[in-house]
């Protein structure tokens, strides 16, 4: 069946990194496109990052361009979300999905309602 599982999480002070991993089984992961989510206490599950399985596209959230990338490789069917200069206000519960297919892309790839099957999830602790 299919399944998606998270690693990498952990407590880091501000100005830190982390790498996040999403590994894929029970599907072949380069037919399809990966989103990135997150989740802060008492707030919406919001998307962070999404990347195409056909050229490798990248999308992101205005609130981490330039900190975080990420990226595949489909040869160990795992997607990563590199985080850098993290910030207190990126404390959450982070998750990957897998997006839907034959769907389209653009604004669509923020939506919870894109993506088909989902982790569960890896926490991300941002404090001094």
């Known amino acids: 069946q299919v399944q998606l599982v998270e690693s990498g999480g952990g407590l880091v002070q501000p100005g830190g990194s982390l790498r996040l991993s999403c590994a894929a089984s029970?599907?072949?992961?380069?037919?399809?496109?990966i989103g990135w989510f997150r989740q802060a206490p008492g707030k919406e599950r919001e998307g962070v990052a999404c990347?195409?399985?056909?050229?490798?596209?990248?999308y992101y959230v205005d609130s981490v361009k330039g900190r975080f990338t990420i990226s595949r490789d489909n040869a160990k069917n795992t997607v990563y979300l590199q985080m850098n200069s993290l910030k207190l206000e990126d404390t959450a519960v982070y998750y990957c999905?897998?997006?839907?297919?034959?769907?389209?892309?653009?604004?669509?790839?923020?939506?919870?309602?894109?993506?088909?099957?989902w982790g569960q999830g890896t926490q991300v602790t941002v404090s001094s």
């Open positions: 999905a897998r997006y839907r297919p034959a769907l389209p892309f653009g604004s669509m790839w923020r939506s919870r309602a894109t993506y088909d099957y």
């Open positions: 029970g599907f072949t992961l380069a037919n399809y496109a």
């Open positions: 990347i195409r399985s056909s050229d490798g596209v990248t």
